[in-house]
């Protein structure tokens, strides 16, 4: 059984800004703990992770996620060997947690909680409500390989799926785990010369997007789908990773991507979904009529996922 992420923790210099931020944006409960310069997350979700906000030692802005481990001391042992740092040593709140942090070989920061010593927002599942869970974690390390080596080690973590440069993980934690991603993420082609473009309805996460890639100094271009369509027969593959199941005409979809594509282009993603009542945002169930246009299109199936959660990979007719 893989350790698993049972909480999130945002560090700024000035938390005290992204309480109001955090709860206006995602509906999370923020309650302050008078005198620590922290506040804890109830999130509201109704599943994943709860966590917290508090202030950075160093004044860097971060975020995070914690593991819970039988021993963190060994722990961080076990990540010195394996290329990591320790960040801040093993500290115990008495009656309250046991924690430790760490760099992973990328310089990413870490956080290790002893099991059954894990804190009140990790000890609480996030109540019931109208707030965003916190259900899926991801790790961008500049080397894939190296980064899932590290955590299947560290871990006991089990990567599988996914496409190359990007493992998707089963943590194969306890029940209420959450999953998540390590690799180089939307940020692989371009870090690999590919001419990168990001579509999306969401103006949002475009400037996020945006945001990321400059941060790491690639370029990319950005369609804002509210104002614009894909341009006709211009993409060699597309990536629509768990995107169907949220379609209100995923048909349609379908025939705006086989536009946009190059004759012999392909196009990734996920084509099946199941009733999940912690998912109410999943409203597409019988994708039969999704493979019959892609069919009439002259979409042949090249590759699926039979590990995790079936993502497949189309081609258009030459």
């Known amino acids: 059984m893989g350790d698993r992420v049972v909480h999130f923790e945002?560090?700024?210099r000035d938390p005290a800004p992204l309480h109001r931020f955090y709860a206006e944006l995602f509906g999370w409960r923020v309650a302050e703990v008078p005198g620590a310069g922290y506040a804890l997350v109830d999130t509201q979700g109704g599943g994943g992770v709860n966590g917290g906000i508090g202030t950075s030692r160093e004044g860097s802005a971060w975020a995070t996620?914690?593991?819970a481990v039988e021993d963190p001391q060994a722990a961080l042992d076990r990540?010195?060997?394996l290329g990591g740092r320790t960040v801040v040593p093993v500290t115990t709140v008495p009656g309250t947690i046991t924690f430790a942090m760490f760099d992973d070989p990328d310089g990413l920061l870490v956080g290790i909680v002893q099991r059954g010593?894990?804190?009140p927002s990790a000890a609480q599942a996030p109540l019931a409500g109208a707030g965003a869970p916190v259900d899926w974690f991801e790790v961008l390390g500049s080397d894939a390989a190296r980064a899932q080596g590290f955590y299947g080690e560290l871990f006991g973590w089990r990567f599988g799926g996914g496409f190359p440069g990007y493992g998707l993980l089963d943590t194969e934690?306890?029940?209420?785990?959450i999953g998540g991603g390590v690799g180089a993420g939307?940020?692989?082609f371009a870090r690999h010369g590919f001419h990168v473009f990001h579509a999306d309805i969401s103006s949002t996460l475009l400037r996020f997007s945006r945001w990321r890639m400059e941060r790491r100094g690639l370029s990319a271009e950005f369609i804002d789908l509210k104002d614009a369509s894909l341009p006709p027969d211009t993409f060699d593959m597309i990536t629509a990773m768990d995107v169907f199941e949220h379609?209100?005409?995923p048909v349609k979809a379908v025939d705006h991507l086989a536009i946009a594509l190059k004759r012999g282009g392909f196009l990734f993603g996920r084509f099946a979904a199941e009733p999940d009542e912690d998912r109410p945002q999943h409203i597409v169930f019988d994708f039969g009529p999704v493979h019959d246009r892609l069919a009439s299109w002259g979409f042949?199936?090249?590759w699926r996922d039979e590990w995790l959660w079936g993502h497949q990979a189309f081609q258009k007719a030459l």
């Not at 934690?173 to 785990?177: P, W």
């Open 65 to 67: 996620f914690y593991v």
């Open 300 to 302: 042949t199936k090249v």
């Open 186 to 188: 939307v940020l692989l």
């Open 117 to 119: 010593a894990e804190g």
């Open 10 to 12: 945002i560090g700024a």
């Open 173 to 177: 934690g306890v029940e209420g785990a």
């Open 247 to 249: 379609l209100t005409d």
């Open 79 to 81: 990540a010195g060997s």
